[in-house]
């Protein structure tokens, strides 16, 4: 982001963090640094930290950490650019005006916002539909039915589609080129190309919004026993499902707040658990959740109750979405509404109250798969098989082994599997996946070694000697295998390019514990590296490497290999002491 020379460098050069930061968090001075409470979790006791001197702001207690735009990103939730704005803004540094594009791109822009302000007038169009015309009464009557009133119609800006055909598109034709009107969505053309006609009619329309509250799309209802019973807007320059959450934009705050979502599978559903004072309600409006959307989700909070319709599609579409959350490192529980009921169904026949209540009491995801795998045949051997195949790849996906061990325990018991043997099976599953498998940073605790870690910090400190160090460790491989291997790697890949060291980008590159383990290095208190010191950290590795080979030397003349062999090993094992002892 921040490239050396570039005005993003230069911002975050001039920029006072700590003033920057200080806007959002009260900070106390503590020795050369700052700290205050994390504003990204609940704290009682300060553990936030915001160093002036590197220039970064790091939470020792919920990881998060970075340059000053990531902390205004974070905050504001915008993107890059607006960062850069707003830093420089608060700073009073003056910044260029935003380079202008290519033909193409305004081109590409001019489009996007032609669309979004057709989506506008269509809104307007759909809602006067349902409020001013006969047909629309009729829609009113509908909606009252299913207990909406006035004051939610209007909070969702539910309006309606004639069943002309071509009546929304009489009032954009004159506005609108055809080709515009063609690429929106709004309107279709009919098979053999030659005529315009509307796409949604009679039907009640719910217009989506982007996560910036503009409305990109509509979701529409048959009135009557029109086929489907659901018709959306397809794939537009503005719109794309697998990118957009419905009712995000209003969620925002309440996501915040309570830090958890609850998804729920269409935006009724949506439109009725918000009603019920559940605010912080999303939908993925089709049954399958995509990725992006879990990015989307995870910029607010990492904490989902997954609330489908309970029906065949919807158990699929919940276990799927389960299987990809706990990939994006979400805690996930589920509600399951007694009845078979979906969120709308149960809120309307239940109440909201009770629908409060359910959500406070819905069980971990592991609860409720376990649930659905009792449903399975456990009388015979194959059953319980086809009952532990079901948990186990999700049971793998748990990052932590305790907790992963604690749900086997729990698996075992419930299905009445013999423990052991589960055991075997789920160890056996993990290990397939090792490298993926992450521990939790609070049972790692201060992981690396002072050699490293030292190192590490000179790596990312030691303008004048960081180039001849990282040859050095590279050369010699010396950090091959060491816990903190994934940290020099990036370091030292960063420093032989030869450009300046931006240790924000290093550390965003990390997978999540070495990157806590990284920002906690950075903020060690130590005086200015010398290449001496630089020296002997380096010394001690390669002893370190030394003792690692004669171990293995060891372990392989203990196999009692055959004689020319033997001599060898022998002859390096004789090597490798000489090397030790003359270190010494
Ligand atoms: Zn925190």
Redesign the pocket.
């Known amino acids: 982001m921040a490239e050396a020379g570039s005005t993003a460098e230069r911002v975050k050069q001039q920029a006072d963090i700590v003033r920057v930061v200080g806007e959002y968090v009260r900070l106390k001075k503590t020795g050369k640094d700052f700290s205050g409470l994390?504003p990204?979790?609940q704290e009682k006791t300060p553990?936030?930290t915001v160093s002036p001197i590197k220039q970064i702001f790091y939470?020792f207690?919920?990881g998060?950490g970075g340059d000053i735009f990531n902390f205004v990103m974070e905050m504001e939730r915008c993107d890059f650019p607006d960062a850069l704005r707003l830093v420089a803004e608060k700073c009073g540094i003056s910044i260029p005006k935003p380079k202008p594009s290519s033909p193409a791109e305004r081109t590409q822009s001019s489009v996007r916002a032609t669309l979004v302000e057709m989506h506008r007038e269509a809104q307007t169009f759909f809602v006067n539909q349902l409020q001013g015309t006969a047909e629309g009464k009729l829609a009113r009557a509908y909606l009252e039915d299913r207990g909406m009133d006035k004051a939610t119609i209007d909070r969702f800006g539910i309006g309606y589609a004639p069943s002309g055909g071509d009546l929304l598109l009489r009032h954009l034709k004159g506005k609108y080129a055809e080709k515009l009107l063609g690429e929106s969505g709004l309107v279709s053309r009919e098979q053999n190309g030659s005529r315009l006609f509307d796409r949604f009619r009679r039907r009640i329309t719910f217009p989506i919004a982007n996560e910036g509250g503009k409305i990109v799309a509509f979701g529409c209802r048959a009135l009557g026993d029109d086929q489907p019973k659901y018709l959306n807007s397809p794939e537009t320059p503005i719109y794309s499902k697998s990118n957009l959450l419905y009712h995000l934009d209003r969620a925002k705050e309440a996501l915040r707040r309570s830090d958890f979502a609850v998804l729920v599978e269409g935006y009724m559903d949506a439109i009725a658990v918000a009603r019920a004072g559940v605010s912080n309600v999303v939908a993925s409006c089709g049954t399958s959740l995509a990725e992006p959307q879990i990015k989307l989700l995870g910029r607010f909070t990492k904490r989902v109750i997954v609330n489908y319709d309970p029906d065949t599609a919807g158990q699929a579409a919940t276990e799927r979405s389960i299987a990809i959350l706990l990939e994006q490192d979400f805690e996930v529980r589920v509600l399951a509404l007694p009845g078979k009921a979906d969120p709308d169904k149960f809120i309307r026949e239940q109440g909201a109250d009770a629908y409060i209540k359910l959500i406070k009491e819905s069980p971990p995801y592991v609860d409720y798969l376990i649930a659905r795998a009792r449903h399975m045949d456990m009388t015979t051997a194959e059953g319980k098989l086809r009952a532990v195949n079901f948990l186990l790849p999700y049971v793998q996906k748990i990052p932590n082994r305790i907790l992963r061990s604690e749900w086997a325990t729990r698996i075992a018991q419930q299905l009445r599997l013999d423990e052991p043997v589960l055991r075997a099976a789920l160890s056996k599953a993990a290990a397939e996946r090792r490298s993926e498998v992450k521990t939790q940073p609070e049972l790692v605790g201060r992981a690396a070694k002072p050699v490293e870690r030292q190192l590490i910090r000179m790596l990312s400190e030691g303008e004048g000697f960081r180039r001849e160090l990282s040859e050095q460790l590279q050369q010699g491989q010396l950090y091959h295998g060491l816990e903190t291997e994934k940290i020099f790697a990036a370091l030292i890949v960063a420093s032989l390019s030869g450009q300046a060291l931006q240790t924000t980008e290093i550390a965003a590159a990390l997978e999540d514990r070495d990157r806590r383990l990284f920002y906690e290095i950075l903020l060690e208190e130590t005086s200015e590296p010398t290449w001496d010191e630089a020296q002997s950290c380096v010394d001690a590795l390669r002893h370190r490497q030394a003792e690692r080979q004669l171990a293995d030397v060891q372990r392989s003349i203990e196999a009692s290999p055959a004689g020319p062999e033997l001599r060898d090993l022998l002859q390096r094992k004789q090597d490798l002491m000489r090397r030790l002892a003359a270190a010494r």
Do not use: D, P
Request: net charge positive; hydrophobic share 20%; charged share 10%.
């Open positions: 994390c990204f979790h553990s936030f939470c207690g919920c998060k």
